[in-house]
């Protein structure tokens, strides 16, 4: 048995605590701070918050925005992930400057650093303006004398004979246009490591990153945006004999120039490197994309360029696309939304893959909320493993709700084949294989609200494959204002039942926050049941133990470093995580 332990500062932003985390249902308070501008108007009801992964949580992912930026309990966050294609989820906590995304698929992996938004109302952000906004004083004696004013006010030299009762105070106010607008940029640097020790072959992994991403709009004075991102990665194992092994090297991860869509230009070009816009499941793109907003909100586009391969060094020039697609809204609220679009490829010259993607979202305030994504294959008479036709590769379908009261139930459907391509994103598989190997699973998640301070939570799940099937299971406990009020805890029994291997658990985590962060810990115990070997020597158990430090300034600095241990029957692993960031 392999031993290994992990620790990571991997991040890329501030794994900041959940300080003065606000619960179901209780409305926010505070104005709004400076970073509140960071959310971009998308019409007159609704804001974009733009936010990035701070840190990874159990089923779900820390955000860089919290309640001052206008987030609250409820909202949806779309990740759009480097590699393509985007995870939903759902805000489950908020803080004062972060907040939890709970992820609709919990199996789902979004990297620390990955951009998303959340659409917010337009009144949530004025309301909290007039909230605290200080009443004028008055006396409560009707005689009592009035103070004269200490300085006359000179005369208004405009009459507002346009505006009409009824109207928004402001709806005469003509707004800027981008290139009238003030040059802004922001960003944030960067770095990262993660340490691994394991005692069976007293081996050492270590992950070194270093990076920097900036964002400048309107520096050219057309309402531009121009974005870098990149990072520096070094890489190094250490083993006893002569086989340690070192790399290291610069990673692009986007350079782009974007221009257009906004009230007054309906088109949008982007061109360079950037992961696409109007259909993120096509992923990153070295070359030029193009939208345009349609009258009632419904969108068309198309791209061409080079596809980088998505592994660590993002290396390009070998897998031309095509695509297009239409992006249709029911209105501007977009609650009702549907998309199709098709992407043609190729590998050195050669056809390689014909793909068609739809998506459906429908996500009213009140009711349930739908999500469907399929991807279509079309194969030739030229695809031996598949032959002519057309074939499903790929779905992703969910339906949850919140009721009255808190509590919330959703399902989901995922569905995996690997598709038949040229291009080197996979292992090379038999014919056998990549005609055979698919993946089906089924899942339910229930969460109970017993009080202000006390859930219940239960997921089950089912799967098959192509060989067998299995399932997993967990019930949990979350406690709030455990140990004061600044503490939560949770506790939950767990079972997995897989090809290979079976296991089942207990896990126990607690959480103290304080003016500066959090502290975190976590403890596990889990018997596995390993297939193929004799009976005094198919079970194994493990225990694994974590202890974490979140730190952040409200200058823009954020700090976080976890250690993990791994005790199995005779082996131990290690791991530290150390993060530091910079925003501005």
């Known amino acids: 048995m392999r031993s290994s332990i992990a620790i990571t500062l991997a991040g890329v932003l501030a794994s900041a605590p959940l300080a003065n985390a606000k619960l179901p249902g209780v409305p926010l308070t505070g104005l709004p701070s400076p970073s509140a501008s960071r959310a971009t108007r998308q019409d007159d009801d609704t804001q974009t918050v733009e936010l990035r992964v701070a840190a990874q949580r159990p089923r779900g992912v820390l955000v860089d925005r919290g309640s001052v930026d206008g987030l609250a309990i409820g909202d949806r966050v779309r990740f759009r992930r480097r590699a393509g294609g985007v995870v939903d989820g759902r805000v489950v906590e908020v803080g004062e400057r972060n907040a939890l995304v709970a992820l609709d698929d919990p199996a789902a992996t979004v990297e620390l650093g990955t951009r998303g938004e959340a659409t917010i109302p337009s009144s949530r952000l004025e309301g909290e303006i007039e909230r605290i906004a200080p009443a004028t004083e008055t006396e409560s004696d009707e005689d009592a004398p009035l103070e004269p004013a200490t300085e006359a006010h000179p005369p208004w030299t405009k009459d507002d004979d346009e505006w009409q009762e009824g109207e928004p105070l402001l709806a005469r106010i003509v707004p800027l246009r981008p290139d009238e607008r003030a040059p802004s940029y922001s960003g944030r640097i960067w770095a990262s490591a993660d340490e691994i020790t394991s005692s069976e072959d007293d081996r050492t992994d270590g992950f070194e990153r270093l990076g920097a991403s900036f964002r400048a709009a309107n520096h050219l004075g057309r309402g531009e945006t121009i974005a870098i991102d990149f990072e520096l990665d070094a890489r190094r194992t250490d083993v006893p004999d002569d086989d340690d092994d070192t790399d290291s090297g610069l990673r692009i991860d986007r350079a782009s120039y974007a221009l257009g869509d906004s009230r007054f230009a309906s088109d949008r070009v982007e061109f360079g490197r950037f992961l696409q816009r109007g259909m993120p499941e096509f992923g990153v793109l070295d070359g030029v994309e193009w939208g345009r907003r349609l009258s009632g909100g419904s969108r068309v ?86 032959g002519p036709g057309v074939e499903l590769t790929q779905a992703y379908v969910r339906a949850s709700r919140r009721f009255d009261g808190g509590d919330e139930l959703a399902w989901t459907y995922t569905h995996f084949a690997i598709p038949d391509i040229e291009r080197n994103e996979i292992p090379e598989l038999s014919n056998a294989a990549l005609a055979d190997d698919r993946n089906d699973r089924f899942a339910v998640d229930w969460r109970r609200t017993l009080d202000d301070d006390l859930r219940l939570r239960a997921e089950a799940g089912v799967w098959s494959d192509e060989f067998e099937s299995g399932g997993d299971g967990e019930l949990a406990a979350e406690k709030r204002r455990l140990f004061g009020d600044d503490g939560r805890g949770e506790l939950s029994l767990f079972g997995v039942s897989g090809r290979f291997s079976s296991a089942y658990g207990v896990r126990a985590s607690l959480a103290k926050d304080d003016a500066y962060g959090a502290w975190t810990g976590e403890y596990e115990f889990a018997q596995n049941t390993i297939d193929g070997f004799d009976s005094t020597n198919n079970e194994l158990p493990q225990h694994r133990l974590r202890l974490g430090r979140d730190w952040h300034s409200a200058s823009g600095w954020s700090f976080a470093c976890d250690v993990e241990a791994w005790l199995w029957d005779q082996e131990t692993a290690f791991a530290l995580h150390v993060f530091l960031q910079r925003s501005f």
């Open 301 to 386: 586009g198309a791209s061409l360029g080079y596809m980088p391969e998505p592994d660590r060094d993002f290396e390009s020039g070998h897998d031309f696309q095509a695509s297009a697609y239409y992006r249709w809204v029911f209105d501007e609220s977009e609650v009702c939304s549907a998309a199709i679009g098709a992407q043609k490829t190729l590998h050195h010259g050669d056809s390689d893959r014909d793909l068609a993607i739809a998506t459906f979202e429908y996500l009213p305030a009140d009711g349930w909320n739908a999500h469907a994504t399929a991807w279509v294959d079309y194969y030739t008479s030229g695809d031996q493993a598949r």
